[in-house]
């Protein structure tokens, strides 16, 4: 049975970087056919942030394109999240994802919190 344990969050001052990891307890192979990363604030609703396929696809929401960097490692099942010239309003629950076939796995999340 697979398993997301997300790392990484916690508090960071306006313009400054952070990255979340996010590992799957599963065999290395094959690789997961998409990983990535969901975003909710507080009041807010949920936002994909940023995605990658196995083959090295990227899409990213606009509000954090130029900012955030998703990258993966496939051989430990891992996918990260590079967050840089964080603002306020990135502050939210980070949740990562892992899809394999038709099976989709989750995170927990894990609170990004960015003050001025």
């Known amino acids: 049975q697979v398993q997301l344990v997300e790392s990484g969050g916690g508090w960071v001052p306006a313009g400054g970087p952070l990255r979340l990891s996010c590992a799957a307890s599963s065999r290395i192979f094959p690789p997961f056919n998409s990983m990535g990363w969901f975003r909710q604030g507080l009041g807010q609703q949920r936002e994909l942030v940023a995605t990658?396929?196995?083959?090295?696809?990227?899409n990213y929401a606009d509000s954090v394109k130029d900012r955030f960097t998703i990258s993966r490692d496939n051989a430990r099942n891992t996918v990260y999240l590079q967050m840089n010239s964080l603002k306020a309003e990135d502050t939210a629950v980070y949740y990562c994802?892992?899809?394999?076939?038709?099976?989709?796995?989750w995170g927990e999340g894990t609170q990004v919190t960015v003050s001025s």
């Open positions: 990658m396929t196995s083959g090295g696809s990227k």
């Open positions: 994802y892992a899809i394999r076939g038709g099976l989709t796995y």
